[in-house]
T-cell receptor, first 118, second 113 residues
Framework: AQTVTQSQPEMSVQEAETVTLSCTYD???????LFWYKQPPSRQMILVIR??????QNATENRFSVNFQKAAKSFSLKISDSQLGDTAMYFC???????????????FGQGTELSVKP | DAGVTQSPTHLIKTRGQQVTLRCSPI?????VSWYQQVLGQGPQFIFQ???????GRGNFPDRFSARQFPNYSSELNVNALLLGDSALYLC????????????FGSGTRLTVV
């Protein structure tokens, strides 16, 4: 069974600085996807960034980038130029390809609560 | 375009009662999934439906059931409610065959007393 581990329950960063959130996962699959979701107090899960396992290039979305280490099964999120609006719970998630057995379901980590301080 | 909409936003029920939660996916999305998020934890997968067929079920008791309608909206039913069913229930939709991640609704907060 796949598992996702986020070892940092809470983190804080000063506005405009850079912060990295850690995530490790365990799987024997070769074809899968990894995601970072943000959940602000409004409760809605918002997709931040997505990585396909077969792509070696790390995904980037504006101020958000990942460091994907497939062999180490590590998937960290870097937030540059942190903004007050980045304050939220961040979840790392794993998903097998939709056409595989049990594919298409997200497996989430426990989350990291990020506070951006002015 | 409207996002994923869920109703109601909040609900209080008594132990032993039954509850129905509703979800309308983004227009054009044919896959709907349900997740349970207990306070302080990550969401746990409950069900996935695609084209009105159940495609996946998580490790939840038979008290939990769901269905998808011809317009791709979905209902989640929970019978014989327990205190431990108190949680945020999230619905997510996606385009068929696309692994681009899911779009989530804002959830239904269920409190069982």
């Amino acid at each position: 069974a796949q598992t996702v581990t986020q070892s940092q329950p809470e983190m804080s960063v000063q506005e405009a600085e850079t912060v990295t959130l850690s995530c490790t996962y365990d799987t024997s699959e070769n074809n899968y996807y990894l995601f970072w979701y943000k959940q602000p107090p409004s409760r809605q899960m918002i997709l931040v960034i997505r990585q396909e396992a077969y792509k070696q290039q790390n995904a980037t979305e504006n101020r958000f980038s990942v460091n994907f280490q497939k062999a180490a099964k590590s998937f960290s999120l870097k937030i540059s130029d942190s903004q007050l609006g980045d304050t939220a719970m961040y979840f790392c998630a794993f998903m097998k390809h939709v056409l595989t057995n049990q594919g298409g379901k997200l497996i989430f980590g426990q989350g990291t609560e990020l506070s951006v301080k002015p | 375009d409207a996002g994923v909409t869920q109703s109601p936003t909040h609900l209080i029920k008594t132990r032993g009662q039954q509850v129905t939660l509703r979800c309308s996916p983004i227009s054009g999305h044919k896959s709907v999934s349900w997740y349970q998020q207990v306070l302080g934890q990550g969401p746990q997968f409950i069900f996935q439906y695609y084209e009105k067929e159940e495609r996946g079920r998580g490790n939840f008791p038979d008290r939990f059931s769901a269905r998808q309608f011809p317009n791709y909206s979905s209902e989640l039913n929970v019978n014989a409610l327990l205190l431990g069913d108190s949680a945020l229930y999230l619905c997510a939709s996606s385009l068929p065959g696309r692994d681009y991640g899911y779009t989530f609704g804002s959830g239904t907060r269920l409190t069982v007393v």
